[in-house]
């Protein structure tokens, strides 16, 4: 155990449904991550949370919509997906955004997208 | 765009033998670079950062950063079978992190 909790830990859904991965951290971290790993590509930082502040949105579809109320929770909201949507998303949390080297990831949420 | 290149593998290292991993990136001014290990089924695990020029030894690692040159290399020595894994690199600069689509390390007891 890192510290971090997703759940819930798999998830199938359609393309009409609306759906939320949760993260929580118990690690006393100021930043929040979210990540997806898709088979045969780079692990993607989709969403970046400093101090509950939202620092970084690499050019994500506005499907798939953050929500960080508590530096201790981050939420990923889910609607309208489509297939190539499904991989492993993983949040992860650090000291702050400059501390990387304090970043602890949660096991993952793996999304199928039928 | 900003790039970070690994050699997918699989990398064979004989038990005991020093295993390298190489990473490249094209972004001259990144500042920060991490070694991720990720074993099958398991979320990834920071097992090394480097910020200078030269080496980084912890343990049975070291972390060797050549901005220069642009790469960024991680030494495993006495190589274990709990060392097989994927090794991710990512590179942390103008507030973006990039990963390498990891380096599979196979240990042969």
């Known amino acids: 155990e890192t510290g971090v909790t997703q759940t819930p830990r798999h998830l199938v859904m359609g393309m009409t449904n609306k759906k939320s991965l949760k993260c929580e951290q118990h690690?006393?971290?100021?930043?929040m991550y979210w990540y997806k790993q898709s088979a045969k590509k780079p692990l993607e930082l989709m969403f970046v949370y400093n101090f509950k502040e939202q620092t970084e949105n690499n050019s994500v579809p506005s499907r798939f919509s953050p929500e960080c109320p508590n530096s201790s929770h981050l939420f990923l909201h889910l609607h309208t997906l489509q297939p190539e949507d499904s991989a492993l998303y993983l949040c992860a949390s650090s000291r702050d955004r400059a501390s990387l080297d304090t970043q602890y990831f949660g096991p993952g949420t793996r999304l199928t997208v039928l | 765009q900003k790039e970070v290149e690994q050699n997918s593998g699989p990398l064979s290292v004989p038990e005991g033998a020093i295993a390298s991993l190489n990473c490249t990136y094209s972004?001259?001014?990144?500042?920060?670079f991490f070694w991720y290990r990720q074993y099958s089924g398991k979320s990834p695990e920071l097992i090394m950062s480097i910020y200078s020029n030269g080496d980084k030894e912890d343990g049975r690692f070291t972390a060797q950063l050549n901005k220069a040159s642009q790469y960024v290399s991680l030494l495993i020595r006495d190589s274990q079978p709990s060392d097989s894994a994927t090794y991710l690199c990512?590179?942390?600069?103008?507030?973006?992190?990039?990963f390498g689509k990891g380096t599979r390390l196979h240990i042969l007891p």
């Open positions: 990512a590179v942390n600069g103008d507030d973006k992190i990039i």
């Open positions: 690690l006393g971290h100021n930043a």
């Open positions: 972004d001259r001014v990144s500042q920060s």
